[in-house]
Each structure stands twice: as C-alpha cells, then as structure tokens.
C-alpha cells in the first residue's frame, strides 16, 4: 500500500500537480489542478498507483473493472491486471454515458468503477448508472484523488489514494478572477 507522502512524490515527479488559475469540468474556478494524464505516461508509477489502488479492492469478487473514457481507461486496465478481471470503459454519445465497442455486463458481474479524480462524482455516477443498467453489481469505487477532501457521496464505497480539498468557486465568486488572472481550461471535457 502507498502512503499519501508517496502518492503525492509520484506525482510531483511526474508534472501531475499544477498551480494557476483553471476552469474544472464542473465549471467550478480552482488555484491548483490534478492533471492525472501526466502519471499515466510512466508505465512504472503508473503501475505502482494502480496496483496499489487494487489493493483495496482484493478479495472482493470484482470480474470487472470499469473507468469512464479517456482519462480513466489506462487506470482501469492497470487496476483490472491487478484484480485479474476484464478491463472495460465506457464512453459519452450525444452526451449520454454508454458502453460501446460490444462491452457488456450482466448480473453475474461484480463491477469496480475507477476514475483518476473525482472532484463531484458526476462522471462516476453516470459510470455506476451505465453499470446498474446493465444488470451487473457496482461493489466501489476507486481513484487516484478525492478531491472532495471525502464529501462525495456515490451511494457506494469510494477508496481513494490520496484526498485533497483543493478550493472550487463558482466564476462570479472565484478570487483570481477579482484579481484578473486568466483562467485556464485543462480538462478533457469541451476543449
């Protein structure tokens, strides 16, 4: 098991951490944001994250790991090499989390829902939604980063490596905009 100090080396080291002024998905303003996609280009740390995030997860009779397409679908094949089960992901069409490409789950699935941050859990909601519709068991949730600080409520158990409360505005209320700081949009969503 990883201890948050070394969570947060491996991510240091690999450009994962950034501080400015940044637009979230949520449209929330933020000082610092996580850019998880950095870690994933080293196959060894993003290894380790991974595994470590299994850990938590053992013994749990999970045959399905299941990450929302792009950021989440390295961490769910990395976590499902881990568990020994399938690695799938699911993808937005016409807005609408859906799983493509022949995926499918059924109730004899016993399903571990994975992301690299979960700010709102909005993304993993609809991931658990997409997995309930299918017939198939959601048994947790895992992530590299809580960015809650631990107040998301998914309706099911959600391990994560590290928790952060990292400060969210809306924009009418969001300091560095008082301060005139230009606001980035890093994510993945609507660039």
């Known amino acids: 098991m990883l201890t948050p100090e070394e969570v947060l080396d491996i991510f240091r080291r690999t450009g994962v951490l950034w501080e400015g002024h940044f637009i979230l998905t949520s449209g929330l303003h933020a000082e610092r944001y996580l850019q998880c996609a950095q870690v994933l280009q080293y196959p060894d740390e993003a290894a380790k994250l991974c595994a470590a995030l299994a850990e938590y997860y053992e013994g749990r009779g999970i045959t399905a790991v299941v990450g929302p397409a792009t950021g ?36 004899e699935d016993r399903v ?39 107040k998301v409520d998914l309706g099911i158990p959600l391990r994560a490596l590290l928790s952060l409360e990292i400060n969210a505005y809306p924009p009418e209320e969001c300091p560095l905009c008082r301060q005139g700081l230009l606001a980035v949009k890093p994510g993945s969503r609507d660039l």
């Open 72 to 107: 989440a679908i390295i961490i769910a094949y990395e976590v499902a090499r881990s568990l020994k089960a399938r690695a799938l992901f699911t993808e937005r069409v016409q807005g609408e989390m859906t799983l493509r490409r022949g995926f499918q789950l059924g109730p």
């Open 112 to 150: 571990l829902v994975v992301e690299d941050v979960i700010t709102t859990g909005g993304s993993v909601k609809e991931v658990i939604q997409v997995v309930r519709e299918s017939g198939a068991q959601p048994v947790g949730a895992g992530a590299f980063v809580d960015r809650s600080g631990g």
